[in-house]
Each structure stands twice: as structure tokens, then as C-alpha cells.
């Protein structure tokens, strides 16, 4: 496979911690593991103005504009020929597009198209079911569901979702396959950050994402908090804060004076700080109402954190990798009870929570190179 072509195109412009998620990993360790030469096309942050990531060439545009999209569908048209391997994320437009323009194109390549299953919903309907979509939907999906050579879906729900939906005939086609995200040690190597044992790790509980959205239900973690008897631990909540949420935080520290010390808001804090404090951290909380993947729970697993979730994404998943709680209700009384628990514990009892092997199932190369359909795709 040495000097074929891998050319991952993205449906918006991306910043450099996208580059540590499926966009950037997965071309980099089928570059790694199969000799691709990979381009990521589309990529912009003025902060990270590098042409490489590891060895992966980036296409930056000088600013990101609308029209970017138009010319990207257009290069993918003009250089269709030279592109052996097409990578592409979601079901979109922008995707139908780039792939109708491929084969329009003259490329007789392999496509791959990594679905990150949001919830594609409309009053309540999945638009994945034939009978859900309106006319133009149908057809859209008719002309897109035959291009890709291989669909993966990143958990056991959205599998199960999808043999269900009007894309089930892919199983039997041998054209859909389970493949999650995976998180990457080299991560660390660059940050230079030596994962700690669970001994030396600290009486923090953490969370990471956009705090005070919808999806996160940053209210229930509040909700938890305040019910608990938090002791000589501390709670870190990392991520950047909306505005309308500032008035509930400050609600929530004026009735819970005592916790002022203990709760600590970060904000938006670098990568090397983030992924210190999953070093650092024994638990890490995520109350989210949905997710499709919820990538913050395979870093933390990875990092050794004891997991507890609400019952989304790959939460339930992770639990054949490393200790945790999943809880189907989105109220504060169980998540409160298996906290306190853990708050509770003796030193001896703590320290054994969480085993101190790193699991390398759950890293990227290992992911890419085990997994049946991207062998498949890419030896037959």
C-alpha cells in the first residue's frame, strides 16, 4: 500500500484538538499501520499553522470562508483520479457531495464514510427510518447509502439503531461495521506526561465538556454536588462556561457556601492542563442527557479515572475495560449514592478501585488495526 493516496476530507474547518479525534487519528494510523501517504484537507487554526500532523500533510486555507466547502467538493472532482482512499465523517450533504464528486470524477477508490450517529430527529421521529423522511430525504439517502465501501458505527446502540433504520441492509452486505473512537498515548509523549498510579493519584472528581448546554446537563452534576458530602475532595469542572449558565453557578455557590473551595469551575483550560488533571483525578463524572460517542469517557477510562455516567454513548461499553457506574435516571439520588461510596472508601479500598494496567483496546492503533472491516476494506 506504500504511496497510495489517503485523502480525508472534513465538512467544516477544525482546530487543533480535532486533530486528536477520528479527524486526525485515523488518517495518521492507516498512514502508520498501511503505508498511506494521508492529506487532511480543510483544516484551520491560526494557532497551530503547521503543514504536518505527525506525518500526515494538513491543506490549510488561508482563513475559513463559505465558499471553502464548494471548492473542496470541486478538488475532490479534479484531482478524484489520484485519491485511492476517500475518508469521510457523518452523514451529510457536504459528504453525499464530495462522494458523488469522487465517482463523478473518475475515482475508482475505496470510500469510507465514519458515521458519528447524532440524533437525526425531528419531532420526536428518527430520520433514519424510511417512513420518518420527507420526499427530499428519501431521495437524498437513496443516491447516498450505495457509495461508501464501508460504514463503522461507534457503539453497540447506534449499531443496534442502524439494523433497525433504513440502512440494516448494510449488515447483510457486509458494508456496516462496530468500530469505536479510541484515545491515543501519544498524546501524552507530547505533552510530556507520565501516567500516575492509582496510589499517587489524588481525591478529585472530574468532568470535561461545554458546561452549562442542553446536552451536558451541567444542572444534575449541580444537583449532585449539592446532596453531597464531599469531605477533603475536591471536583474540578472543566470546559467552557455559556453565559446563561454564570447565574446558576453563582446560585448554586450562594446556597452551598461551603463547597466555594471544593467545586472548582476551570473553564477553558489547555490540553497539557486538561490532561494533567485526568492524571491526576480518581473519578470522573459525566451527566450528559445524550451523546453519540462521548469521547471524554474513553480518555478518562484510559487515564484510569473510575467511571460515572449517565447511560449514553459508550458509557456502558467501557465498563469491560475499567470500574464504574452507568444509571439510566438523570435525577441525583443514585449518582449521590455511588459517590459517597467512593468518598467513603478507606485509602486501601480506594487505591484498589481502579486496576493500574492502561488498557490498549481502548487506544486508536490498536482499534484500526483489529478492526475486521478497515482489514477487510483495505487487504481485500
Known sequence: MTNKLLYYSSSKTQNRLELY??????????????GFD????????????????????????????????????????????KIDFLYLLQITPDSMAKMLAYR?????????????????????????????MGFFLKIAHRLFKPLPDLYTVETKRAYARLAHSY????????????????????????????????????????????????????????????????NDWKMYIVGPIED????????????????????????????????????????????SRHESYGFVLAEAAYMRNYLISTNVGISEELLAFVPGFISDEHEYGPFVGELQRIIDLPEDELNNLVPNISKVELTWEWIIKNNIGINKLIKG
Open 21 to 34: 479525534k477520528d479527524p486526525g487519528e485515523i488518517p495518521y494510523y492507516l498512514s502508520k499501520i498501511y
Open 244 to 287: 446563561n449558565f454564570r447565574e446558576k453557578i453563582d446560585s448554586f455557590y450562594s446556597q452551598n457556601p461551603e463547597l466555594l473551595k471544593s467545586v472548582i469551575f476551570t473553564g477553558l483550560i489547555s490540553d497539557t492542563e486538561k490532561y494533567l488533571l485526568y492524571n491526576r483525578a480518581r473519578v470522573f463524572i459525566l451527566t
Open 167 to 230: 440502512y440494516s441492509d448494510l449488515i447483510d452486505k457486509e458494508k456496516l461495521y462496530l468500530m469505536p473512537n479510541g484515545f491515543d498515548p501519544k498524546i501524552l509523549d507530547e505533552l510530556s506526561i507520565i501516567p500516575q498510579l492509582v496510589s499517587n493519584k489524588e481525591k478529585i472528581l472530574l468532568t470535561v465538556g461545554r458546561i452549562g448546554v442542553h446536552q451536558k446537563n451541567t444542572e444534575l452534576l449541580l444537583d449532585i454536588l449539592a446532596h453531597l458530602d464531599i
Open 38 to 81: 494521508a492529506i487532511i484537507d480543510d483544516f484551520y487554526d491560526p494557532l497551530y499553522p503547521d503543514e504536518k500532523f505527525r506525518s500526515v500533510s494538513l491543506c490549510q486555507p488561508n482563513k475559513p470562508i463559505f465558499f471553502n466547502r464548494i471548492i473542496k467538493i470541486f478538488y475532490v472532482w479534479l484531482n478524484a483520479k
Open 104 to 132: 463523478l470524477g473518475g475515482g475508482n477508490g475505496k470510500i469510507y464514510l465514519k458515521l458519528d450517529l447524532g440524533l437525526y430527529e425531528k419531532k420526536g421521529k428518527d430520520l433514519l427510518i424510511w417512513d420518518n
